[in-house]
């Protein structure tokens, strides 16, 4: 075995390497690449060449709505997710092994529940004659059903419950990343608990939250089946909206442009945010 | 344990007054009596579980004393949460605000207390030049080096004029020749500050070198106080002796008590010893602590005299240590005797026959303990 044998296998081992990346790299560009390229194609030539699709998104009334709907949504959801994830991270970080086990399994746990599944489970909760509902006139809170679902609530409640493991997971990672001795110094140093939090934990777990926060917000913009059922008809967001275009009224066009339209603004939130921070090791992380 | 209230002295900065530290079944530390005075460089020095941590951590607030008062000139100060004590506290690797520059980190300790602009802006700067730190303010944590963060947060824990320094092995993450540095750094710091500095580590070096008094513990309680020179020539116990360098112990049997002197016969040999108030009697067993330095060899030929203090035994082992070497010598019963004397003097061959000898007052008796 002289000298030439390790860099012989070595370069063996880099074509096994190219060979197996070769496979899912084909099957993604056929199935996945040339779709998305189709869509983008569409937008711009379907009824026919043009950009009549696009002078949509200033004339259309209900692509505005839509839009906006689908904005204002992802960002309360963001916000709420960011809100409770953070708490729930701070609980898992601050607790002890064996709660922090049972709390990791329960997060982990609601995984394995699929998205149609749980928004029924909500719809039963909160309907009128719901669970929620029944009990709070039960104690005498409340005289007449509150209107908890097929409205905006209904599809914020369904959402953030979806999108919660989400954000605890890599908060979770971010704040344990996170020396525990530094609150101690800022005690030390004279900072009430408050101050510690405010001017040393919270600035500390800003990547995590920046990271969480840019997961559920790309995710919350592209949510289907949540609004679709705990939003009753009367809460549209884009993807519903396009699912129409292409299925009921086939206005391919319009829903290719939107699709576009969203790509970009995911895209464009991504590279936004890519400014202030590293977006592949929040993701990463 | 009357020394809790006699030592509540207006000298005395901090008293410890009858603190201990349980753990459901387990004793941390033990009940602890201990008086700061004021303006003075104290160490705990002991090995890890000894209880020097415990005793930090409860001056700094951050674990609550099950039983007993800490007292800062005169003041009940147990029950305040760390904030509000005032002391400063320079943490195991240092615990350094990543976030924030050399600067900002060095202002927190101001920022908390109130203190903005102009005012704090002085006390920044002069703290950044104690620590000697003056061109790396802007700098954040990450782009320092071990000894520049270990400046950084001295300079954090002293801007705001502490009552207290509190040091928690602050050099343990440095190599050897920066440890030594900062012992030298630590001293004139503290001479110009003349802050209270009460310094925690396992380092014999470094509480020798820069202390005042040193306390040393063991097993959660104290077991001596003294200035470095006393604890060195004047050990209390088998532990502080090998803890503190090396010991030779000679066990056996005392002769006689006389003038704080005691003759101890061991086998085959007998010893001088000083008693420092062990309360040895004649005819009990007792050991004696012997510094291998302390310790003289000559050839057989070269040694006149008989007497306490000399024994014969063959060279079993040398170790060469630079100026000196430390030669382990086996007694006719077995035991070894190490002695420390300079290098190159003597032809110090496996198994050739010498005398060792020591002076009247070398050896000192010393309380039985479990060795480190």
């Known amino acids: 075995m002289s000298a030439v044998a390790p860099s012989q296998s070595a370069s063996q081992g880099e074509r096994l390497y190219w060979l197996m990346m070769l496979l899912p790299c084909a099957f993604l560009a056929l199935l996945y690449v040339v779709p998305v390229l189709n869509v983008l194609v569409m937008s711009v030539t379907v009824p026919k060449p043009g950009l009549a699709n696009y002078a949509e998104l200033a004339n259309n009334g209900a692509v505005q709505r839509t839009l906006w709907t689908t904005l204002r949504i992802g960002a309360i959801t963001t916000g709420l997710v960011l809100l409770i994830g953070y708490a729930v991270a701070y609980a898992l970080v601050h607790s002890g092994p064996r709660e922090r086990q049972i709390l990791l399994g329960i997060v982990v746990a609601s995984f394995w529940i699929s998205a149609l599944i749980r928004a029924f489970a909500w719809i039963a909760l909160l309907q009128s004659r719901g669970i929620v509902n029944s009990a709070l006139m039960a104690t005498g809170l409340i005289d007449s059903p509150l209107s908890l679902v097929r409205n905006e609530l209904g599809v914020v409640i369904g959402m953030v419950h979806y999108m919660l493991p989400y954000a605890i997971l890599p908060l979770y990672t971010n704040l344990r990343g996170i020396d525990d001795r530094l609150v101690p110094a800022a005690r030390a140093l004279g900072a009430t608990p408050s101050q510690a939090f405010r001017w040393v934990f919270l600035p500390l777990s800003l990547p995590g939250l920046i990271g969480a926060g840019v997961i559920v917000m790309i995710f919350s913009l592209g949510f289907y089946i949540t609004p679709a059922i705990l939003g009753g008809g009367r809460i549209i967001m884009v993807a519903e909206f396009i699912s129409v275009q292409i299925s009921e009224t086939l206005r391919w066009g319009l829903a290719a442009m939107l699709a576009t339209v969203l790509l970009g603004a995911v895209l464009m939130l991504v590279t936004w945010l890519s400014r202030f921070m590293d977006v592949e090791q929040a993701l990463r992380k | ?372």
Request: charged share 20%; net charge neutral.
């Open chain 2, 1 to 372: 344990m009357g020394r809790g209230t006699e030592s509540k002295v207006v000298k005395d900065s901090l008293v410890l007054d009858g603190i201990e530290k349980r753990y459901g079944d387990f004793v941390a530390l033990q009940r602890t009596e201990l008086s700061i005075k004021a303006g003075e460089f104290i160490t705990l020095l002991g090995p890890s579980g000894s209880g020097k941590t415990t005793i930090l951590m409860s001056i700094a607030g951050f674990a609550n004393p099950s039983a007993g008062r800490i007292l800062l000139d005169g003041r009940d100060v147990t029950g305040l949460p760390p904030e509000r004590r005032n002391f400063g506290v320079v943490f195991q690797g240092y615990a350094l605000f990543p976030h924030l520059s050399v600067y900002d980190n060095v202002a927190f300790p101001l920022r908390a207390r109130g203190i903005t602009g102009a005012a704090a802006r002085t006390l920044i700067m002069a703290a950044l030049e104690i620590a000697k730190l003056d061109t790396f303010a802007h700098r954040y944590p990450r782009q320092l080096s071990g000894g520049q963060q270990q400046r950084v947060a001295l300079a954090r824990s002293l801007v705001f004029s502490p009552e207290l320094l509190l040091l928690d092995e602050p050099l343990s993450a440095l190599d050897r020749a920066l440890r030594k540095e900062f012992q030298t750094e630590f001293r004139s710091i503290h001479r110009e500050v003349g802050t209270t500095f009460i310094y925690v580590t396992h380092d014999q070096e470094e509480a020798l070198t820069m202390s005042d008094r040193i306390v040393i513990l063991d097993k959660g309680r104290i077991l001596q106080i003294a200035p470095p020179a006393e604890l060195y020539e004047r050990p209390a116990t088998t532990f502080v002796a090998g803890f503190l360098g090396k010991s030779n112990f000679l066990r056996g049997t005392v002769a006689a008590v006389a003038d704080g002197r005691a003759r101890l016969d061991l086998a085959g040999f007998s010893t001088c010893a000083l008693d420092n108030g062990t309360g040895a009697q004649a005819g009990a067993r007792a050991v004696a602590a012997l510094r291998p330095e302390k310790v003289r060899l000559a050839l057989p030929r070269d040694a006149g005299g008989t007497g306490p203090g000399r024994v014969t035994g063959t060279v079993a082992g040398v170790t060469y240590l630079g100026a000196s070497v430390e030669v382990e010598l086996r007694l006719a019963d077995g035991q070894i005797l190490l002695a420390t004397v300079p290098a190159g003097q003597l032809p110090l061959a496996d198994g050739a026959e010498y005398v060792a000898s020591w002076a009247e007052d070398a050896a000192i008796l010393v309380r039985e303990e479990a060795a480190p």
